[in-house]
């Protein structure tokens, strides 16, 4: 015997005639314009038209259907298929419900809607009983349910709170480990990160003083991170190197003899010679000083002039520069910017070499610096783009030109033709394959006009030092949060602060779970949204619109779209 449930699934399936069509083959199929043509969803008994309706659709089949360009539009057909989907999947998950389980006042039931509603749901995750997941802000809005979606798909959870007092702990599932810390303190991060694969920052902070943001939004992103890449590295370490985590060293700055092979030499960009007589030259040296630290220093004083500190790369027997990703640093100073130019080509015949580079900004004080190998531009437009295997040169040169003043120093009169930095190392990062960090960030949409630009301020400076970090990452950017159950309708997925609606608590918790395995994925930033008619002009940026559902992986086709190292 079937339920009551099944009977009327099937009732209704038999009573219904329907067009779907799945926004996969968007763009694909030549869809008719929207203003001529509509979608029909006929609900009947079942029986067999009348003879006059089988006569007219004889001879509507007999009749030739012509169809012109301008009467294609995908966009619009598209947007329509999935409205239908919306409001016929709603339909028959309601029928499957069982009216009075759920309770307004109830905070467990209401979890369970909000984790288990909708076709997002996939309970089996390859490897996931050996990934251990920190989640931080497992309290929060989204932080609550990713926790729950990832004990579902069998990850053990870390989460990491302020407090541990009894209505926090009823907040969460038993078998989660709480370690209670502050993300403004190294020392409870380091702790917290012990024995975790990846993390999930949902953590925010509860008031727009400017102190709170700068502790959880920026602080707090740059002490996870940091702690993360001193637990990766002391794993590799412990693995004697044998890690996919473990970077190659390319030079690390500790004495005296590691500045051997590095060479100081000076240029300009042009001559002028009427200018020339009113420089006041340029000095650079590279030397090791007695608080034991590599300093590149100097000033430039000329037009157009440049100094640059360079050596010649000696990789390791069997290595090559092709198996990485890019170039990680470790340095301090001034705040100055620089260039890192990387020489290419056959190493027998230096005039084949091509010039690739990439600009780069330090803060003062010290700071990491990562460089994808992506990021390099030819300094000719016609060479090809970078090869990694044929590196064989590093520089790293000084240029006033193109120098800003240090922000937080106004009172203090800064000379931008000087400058100073300290090196610690330069290593390259392996090519990793998934995203080691998700970092949920906001678009600034439903921000209060007054605190809008503290909160992005605080929000965009914990993106920089995820991303200069040299983990695998994702940034995700959601809409206005709404209190709703997930996998009800289309997401549009999009860079450049183009979008305009809200987004679910449920959707943004499944995105950032299955971007912990997808490829596609890491290092991306992207913002993300419901599905919503897009401005005159504007109309493209619907291409990347998706409809979550477990046959699938809606993730990996929205964001092979999008840039990487965004």
Request: with cysteine; charged share 25%; proline share 5%.
């Amino acid at each position: 015997m079937m339920n009551a449930a099944t009977a009327a699934n099937s009732s209704v399936y038999s009573q219904t005639q329907c067009i779907l069509l799945s926004s996969d083959v968007r763009g694909s199929i030549p869809y008719l314009n929207e203003r001529k043509s509509r979608l029909v969803v006929r609900a009947g008994g079942g029986g067999r038209p009348p003879k006059e309706d089988g006569e007219k659709q004889q001879q509507q089949q007999q009749q030739p259907v012509s169809l012109r360009l301008d009467d294609v539009n995908p966009v619009g057909l598209g947007r329509r298929s999935r409205q239908l989907f919306d409001e016929v999947w709603r339909k028959f998950s309601g029928l499957g419900q069982i009216s009075g389980t759920i309770r307004s006042d109830d905070q467990e039931a209401l979890d369970a809607l909000l984790v288990r509603e909708g076709p997002m749901c996939e309970f089996a995750i390859p490897g996931a009983q050996n990934t251990t997941v920190l989640v931080v802000g497992a309290t929060s809005r989204i932080g609550r349910i990713v926790v729950r979606k990832l004990m579902l798909r069998g990850y053990a959870v870390k989460a990491l709170v302020r407090r541990a007092d009894q209505e926090v702990v009823e907040l969460l599932p038993r078998s989660v480990e709480i370690v209670i810390g502050d993300v403004g303190d190294p020392a409870t991060v380091k702790a917290a990160v012990e024995g975790c694969n990846k993390i999930i920052y949902c953590a925010t902070a509860r008031s727009a003083i400017t102190g709170d943001l700068f502790r959880v939004d920026h602080r707090g992103v740059s002490n996870l991170t940091k702690a993360f890449q001193d637990h990766n590295n002391k794993l590799a370490q412990s693995r004697a190197g044998k890690s996919s985590k473990s970077k190659l060293l390319i030079a690390k700055f500790k004495s005296a003899s590691s500045l051997n092979g590095w060479q100081v030499r000076q240029g300009t960009y042009f001559q002028d010679v009427v200018a020339t007589k009113y420089d006041g030259g340029m000095d650079a040296k590279f030397e090791f000083n007695e608080n034991g630290d590599a300093v590149f220093s100097g000033y430039v004083f000329n037009r157009g002039g440049y100094v640059e500190l360079s050596k010649k790369l000696s990789l390791p027997l069997g290595y090559t520069l092709d198996r990485y990703e890019g170039l990680v640093l470790s340095v301090g100073g001034n705040g100055r910017s620089y260039v890192l130019i990387l020489e290419a080509g056959p190493s027998a015949d230096p005039s084949q070499s091509r010039l690739y580079f990439a600009r780069i900004s330090t803060k003062v004080g010290f700071c990491r610096v990562r460089v994808p190998f992506s990021s390099f531009r030819p300094v000719k437009p016609d060479d090809p783009v970078l090869d990694p295997f044929l590196v064989h040169t590093l520089k790293i040169r000084f240029e006033p030109r193109r120098q800003r003043p240090v922000e937080g120093n106004a009172t203090m009169k800064q000379d931008l033709r000087s400058f100073k930095l300290i090196l610690e190392y330069i290593k390259v990062l392996p090519t990793g394959q998934e995203t080691d960090f998700v970092l949920v960030s906001c678009s600034g949409l439903g921000i209060e006009p007054s605190r809008r630009e503290q909160v992005l301020k605080a929000k965009r400076a914990g993106e920089d030092s995820l991303r200069r970090s040299g983990l695998g990452y994702t940034i995700v950017r959601p809409g206005p949060l709404q209190e709703e159950p997930g996998g009800q309708r289309a997401l549009i997925f999009d860079q450049g602060n183009r979008i305009s609606q809200g987004i679910s608590c449920a959707d943004v918790a499944d995105i950032c779970v299955k971007a912990l395995h997808d490829t596609t994925a890491r290092n991306k930033s992207f913002d993300v949204c419901y599905e919503y008619i897009a401005e005159d002009g504007r109309e493209l940026y619907e291409l990347v619109a998706h409809l979550p559902d477990k046959a699938n992986n809606y993730l990996t086709p929205a964001l092979s779209v999008l840039e990487k190292n965004t």
